[in-house]
């Protein structure tokens, strides 16, 4: 959970933290938690209540974000076999991978991309 610890005189932030729970937290005086959106502070006090402004993703920064993230997965679970690794597979865990890598690969051209994305399963060699 990511937390915002705020002064609650100036209304700045002073101290963004990752926790699990909110248990055990022992605010100083004059300092509360504030809201969090989006992993990015951008929400402003009005003196009553917070306002959460509306964040727009155009559509190419969505589709860039999506081919980050299968990147990331080409390189976790595909370029993690070098020459020596690979050659170790059967030829049936070698298809596997090269159908998965293949699945990754034609992500951008799912019905639907980028807001609706179905992600292949990891092959289990």
Known sequence: MKICILDSNTKIVKNVSLTDSLEGINLPEGEELAPRHDGAIGWKWSGTDWEIPQVEVSF???????????????????????????????????????????????????????DNVTWPEVPNL
Request: net charge positive; hydrophobic share 35%.
């Open 60 to 114: 190419d920064e969505r589709c860039l974000r999506v081919r980050r993230n299968r990147d990331g997965r080409l390189k976790v679970h595909v370029d993690k076999y070098t020459a020596i690794r690979w050659s170790l597979l059967s030829a049936d865990q070698q298809q596997k991978v090269l159908d998965y890598r293949q699945a990754l690969l034609d992500v951008p051209q799912q019905e639907g991309f980028p």
